[in-house]
C-alpha cells in the first residue's frame, strides 16, 4: 500500500483540454480563461494526453457535464489550431510568446479534419485570482458565493448549472454547491461592460 504526495500546482499544469469535435474556424475560442472545468477523463494515445487529465468545460450542451465534479478553473483561453495547410509544429508571427492554448486540427486517415486534439493547459485550484470570465447579468458583492454557470463562467446562485453530483446535501439541502467567493465585488453596469476584473477566492 502508498500513499504518495503529489505537487498540485505541477499536477495542474500537466492537464489537458481533451479532444473536440469542432472542425472549423481556426482561431475560434473553445474555452476561456477562468472556466470551471471538471476531468473527463485520464490519459489518451498521443503525446499531449498519454499520462495527463483530460478536463473539459461545464454545457448544457453537453448533458453528461451535469454529473460531473468541478475541479478546477482553466488558466489559459484555448482556440482551435492553424489551418491545415500550416505545419502541426508552425507558430504564426501573431501568436508568438502568447499564453493561449492553440488546439491541434485531428484528421483520419483520409485527411478529413475531424476535429481537435487534446492540447496542454493550466488549472488554477485554491488562491486568489481575477477574472473576466464571469456572467455579466450578475451583479456582484464581496462575500458573495460563487457557481457554476453556462460554458463555466462562475454566477449567481439563481443562474447556476444544475450539477446533480455537486450539492449540499441529496437528502436535507440538494442546492449546488459554490466554487468560489467574491473578494472585490462589480456593479451591475460594470458587469455588463464585461471588461472588469472580479477578484475571487476559490473555493476548489
Excluded at 21 to 41: N, Q
Excluded at 107 to 129: M, R
Excluded at 130 to 136: A, H, K, L, S
Amino acid at each position: 500500500m502508498v500513499f504518495i504526495p503529489r505537487h498540485p500546482l505541477v499536477e495542474n499544469q500537466l492537464c489537458s483540454y481533451a479532444e473536440t469535435t469542432v472542425t472549423s474556424g481556426s482561431g475560434v475560442i473553445l474555452a476561456y480563461a477562468g472556466s470551471v472545468v471538471y476531468v473527463d477523463s485520464y490519459g489518451g494515445n498521443d503525446k499531449f494526453s498519454r499520462d495527463r487529465a483530460l478536463v473539459k468545460t461545464f454545457s448544457t450542451t453537453n448533458p453528461s457535464s451535469m454529473g460531473a465534479i468541478p475541479y478546477g478553473f482553466l488558466m489559459q483561453n484555448v482556440r482551435v489550431g492553424y489551418p491545415t495547410y500550416i505545419s502541426s509544429y508552425a507558430t504564426i508571427t501573431i501568436n508568438e510568446g502568447s499564453a493561449e492554448a492553440f488546439a491541434e486540427l485531428a484528421k483520419n486517415s483520409s485527411g478529413v479534419v475531424t476535429g481537435t486534439k487534446a492540447v496542454p493547459v493550466g488549472v488554477a485550484q485554491g488562491g486568489i485570482w481575477e477574472t473576466t470570465w464571469y456572467d455579466p447579468s450578475v451583479t456582484y458583492t464581496a462575500g458573495m458565493y460563487l457557481y457554476v454557470g453556462e460554458m463555466g463562467r462562475v454566477t449567481s446562485f439563481t443562474n447556476a448549472l444544475p450539477l446533480t453530483n455537486w450539492i449540499e446535501d441529496s437528502v436535507t439541502d440538494n442546492r449546488v454547491k459554490p466554487v468560489a467567493i467574491v473578494e472585490r465585488g462589480l456593479s451591475s453596469s460594470e458587469a455588463a461592460s464585461a471588461n472588469k476584473t472580479l477578484r475571487i477566492k476559490l473555493l476548489i
